[in-house]
Nanobody, 119 residues
Framework: QVQLVESGGGLVQPGGSLRLSCAPS????????MGWYRQAPGKQRELVGR????????YYRDSVKGRFTISRDNANNTLYLQMNSLEPEDTAVYYC????????????WGQGTQVSVSS
């Protein structure tokens, strides 16, 4: 089992920045990858980006490339999402995800944190 606790959401003006954090606990030695998803009202949850634990390879959806950066602190396993040049279209509940265990692994989710971009 993996538990995920997120923090860092809030209200920001267009063009502003926010940083989300996700602290995992539990069976973190079995992590395969971690990532961020988001869900806007009336829309399906979508992948924002992911990072592999072994190798630190990253993937981003096209709409956030060049604006968002995923990173991970190996000392405390915390996952970050640095979001710059935020747009109203980025408004959503952001969820931290962790995949752990033997392939294909099990998915674990945080409680979600609201990000609102508005003037």
């Amino acid at each position: 089992q993996v538990q995920l606790v997120e923090s860092g959401g809030g209200l920001v003006q267009p063009g502003g920045s926010l940083r989300l954090s996700c602290a995992p606990s539990g069976s973190i030695f079995r992590l395969n990858s971690m990532g961020w998803y988001r869900q806007a009202p009336g829309k399906q949850r979508e992948l924002v980006g992911r990072i592999t634990i072994s190798g630190g390879h990253t993937y981003y959806r096209d709409s956030v490339k060049g604006r968002f950066t995923i990173s991970r602190d190996n000392a405390n396993n915390t996952l970050y999402l640095q979001m710059n040049s935020l747009e109203p279209e980025d408004t959503a509940v952001y969820y931290c995800n962790a995949n752990a265990g033997a392939w294909p692994g099990n998915d674990y989710w945080g409680q979600g944190t609201q990000v609102s971009v508005s003037s």
